[in-house]
């Protein structure tokens, strides 16, 4: 008989590697998620402008669950395993265990695939998918209050901003649910206006404000940390006005928070100082992945003053979407990317494979605003949305491998 210890196979590991730290589960959820979305809206998209006989349609209009499903389920799944394991470590509070990240992934990521089996035809299994997403915000929300109320930290105001974000977004994902129990149709409007400028907004901002001068300042010698305090409130007080306008169809004020709104991302943008962060790669991208924002809202503002001065409504969604896809999604990249190679134990720098993804959802960016630009516009949409699955699937599959594999240094987490 062998005298070796018996060893246990991959497979068998991978229960625990997900559950040693809440980054694993809800970023492999989340790398799910940046397909499945992508894919469901994409042959949607050709269902519509080719025809596919016998192609279920959903119960509810297509475009709310389109921007309910992404914006409450895909982003979100990053935001919480990003924020469950920074969370303590912002306010010096020790790590979550287990028994409360684990539930927030397996409600999240289970309602929201329930939530896209449902929209093939199957409107009561919808309504369970996202009354499970909704659990999972309930849970995370939960846990994330007891760690800031624990905290006896003096700088609580990014904990604090994120928290009001994710709490909305409970909101706004109830009036969603809410929406598909028979609420007027004003109710999904007004979820999918939260999910953009109350929920993802906010805390992408938050996050860039905390995370992106500290980032900036570790790797260049002498460069100035700045983080204004006076930027996350009056952002904050503008958003909810957009919010709250947009929602209302008051589409001739809008201008009055639009403007504001550009030339304060701008000011960040440029106080930041992208030229002295084009390295690393890693470094840069996050730069350039935030220079989306003030960009998207240059793009709000023109729409804003045109619609206000002669009643045209110009541009379409390409200002949402560059907001969407330019700023979300190449943040998502950028960000996704580095918090997984510090945690995987790997070297910080970008590699060929994220960086092939960030370039090509660039142009993916340009041909979604193109699309708004006359011309055959479903024809570019389907052309969006494919190039978003080829831009992502080496991440994706890149990205799973590295949580459902140790750490290459050997340590724990």
């Known amino acids: 008989m062998s005298d070796q210890p018996p060893t246990s196979s991959p497979l068998a590991d991978i229960p625990r590697l997900l559950a040693a730290a809440p980054h694993r589960p809800l970023f492999l959820a989340g790398t799910f998620a940046v397909m499945l979305s992508m894919a469901w809206w994409a042959v949607e998209l050709t269902s519509i ?4 006989a016998g192609w279920p ?30 969370f303590p470590r912002w306010l010096g509070r020790p790590d979550l265990p287990r028994t409360r990240f684990l539930p927030v992934a397996g409600c999240l990521f289970g309602g929201y695939v329930l939530a896209h089996v449902g929209l093939l035809a199957l409107p009561r299994v919808l309504e369970l ?29 990014h904990a604090r901003s994120c928290l009001a974000a994710l709490s909305l977004g409970t909101l706004g994902l109830a009036i969603f649910l809410a929406y598909l129990f028979g609420a007027p149709a004003e109710c999904a409007l007004l979820a999918v206006r939260i999910g953009t400028f109350g929920l993802l907004l906010p805390i992408y901002f938050t996050v ?8 900036t300042g570790n790797m260049i010698k002498g460069y100035p940390v700045v ?68 960009v998207a809202f240059v793009l709000f503002a023109i729409q804003d003053v045109v619609y206000a001065t002669s009643g045209q409504f110009i541009l379409g969604r390409a200002p949402l979407h ?15 990317t580095r918090v997984t190679q510090g945690h995987s134990g790997r070297p910080m720098q970008m590699g060929a494979v994220p960086w092939l993804c960030f370039v090509l959802l660039q142009i993916v960016a340009l041909l979604r605003i193109r699309a708004e630009l006359g011309g055959d ?18 991440w994706v599959l890149r990205s799973a491998w590295i949580y459902l594999t140790p750490r290459a240094d050997g340590k724990t987490g």
């Open 57 to 86: 349609q959903p119960s509810i209009p297509p475009l709310y669950a389109h921007g309910v499903l992404i914006q409450y389920g895909l982003f979100p799944l990053f935001m919480f395993g990003f924020l469950m394991t920074t």
């Open 227 to 294: 983080r204004p305090d006076w930027s996350m409130p009056v952002v904050w007080l503008l958003l909810l006005a957009h919010l709250v306008l947009s929602w209302r169809g008051e589409l001739g004020w809008l201008y009055m928070v639009d403007v504001p709104l550009a030339l304060v991302f701008a000011w960040h943008s440029l106080t930041w100082r992208p030229w002295r962060a084009m390295h690393p790669g890693i470094l840069a991208v996050l730069h350039l992945a935030f220079a989306w924002l003030p």
């Open 129 to 157: 998918g996202v009354a499970l997403m909704l659990l999972g915000y309930a849970i995370g929300v939960w846990t994330l209050a007891g760690v800031l109320r624990a905290s006896v930290a003096e700088r609580k105001g």
């Open 377 to 394: 516009m479903y024809l570019w949409l389907v052309i969006a949305a494919y190039g978003w699955l080829l831009a992502f699937l080496p």
């Open 208 to 215: 860039m404000h905390r995370m992106l001068p500290f980032f």
């Open 322 to 336: 560059a907001l969407g896809i330019g700023f979300f999604g190449s943040m998502l990249v950028a960000m996704v």
């Open 49 to 52: 402008r080719f025809g596919l």
